[in-house]
């Protein structure tokens, strides 16, 4: 029973890949080159040894993905359905992660603590979030469902849902940045930036109306 539902897993995880990934060709180069399905096979394995409370084994089986994959994920992440890691390289997910259904991450991203705390202190992410490549999820924070997450963001605070953030730190932009429940990282606006030209706006018609007040005036 236990072997069947882990085959399944396996086939639901190769159906996702296929799904997500445009440069999947193949059955055999899917098993073979996707990092991101070895780290996840070996954490469910690390995980459920962890859940049995076995000791070192699980920590160990990480440490060996990691050095295999480049994916750090720890025993104690807990990890939804249908979780794709997108190349993969440099992805570090902390012990009291939490990670809903059909989440993508690629790589260079950490979810991650702020500090020595105890307990919870790492994030908590719902169903169907997109975390960028490089992006930075930190703390014991809640990341709503369907939220997106852009390349390179730091995200340190609690992120609503249907949510689209950018920048360091992460604020959240509410321009409608979806085509077909894809993420177009080429289209997130610099929210520092449309700041700036609203100012550089504002006081440019600040000047106009100086110029027109002066040019009115009339000599005594």
Known sequence: ???????????????????????????????????????????????????????????????????????????????????????????????TTIIGDDVLIYQGVTLGGTGKEHGKRHPTLGNNVIVGAGAKVLGNLSIGSNTRIGAGSVVVDDVPENSTVVGVPGRVVHQKLMVGGILMHNRIPDPVKCQLNRLTYEVQEIKEQLNITTSGKTDC
């Open 1 to 95: 029973m236990l072997i069947q539902r882990a085959l399944s897993q396996i086939k639901e995880d190769i159906k996702t890949i296929y799904e997500k990934d445009p440069a999947a060709d193949n059955l055999i180069e899917v098993l073979l080159c996707y990092p991101g399905l070895h780290a996840l096979i070996a954490h469910r394995i690390a995980h459920k040894l962890r859940y049995w409370k076995i000791p070192v084994i699980p920590r160990l089986i990480s440490y060996w993905s990691r050095i295999f994959t480049g994916i750090e994920i720890h025993p104690g992440a807990t990890i939804g359905r249908r979780f794709f890691i997108d190349h993969g390289m440099g992805v570090v997910i902390g012990e």
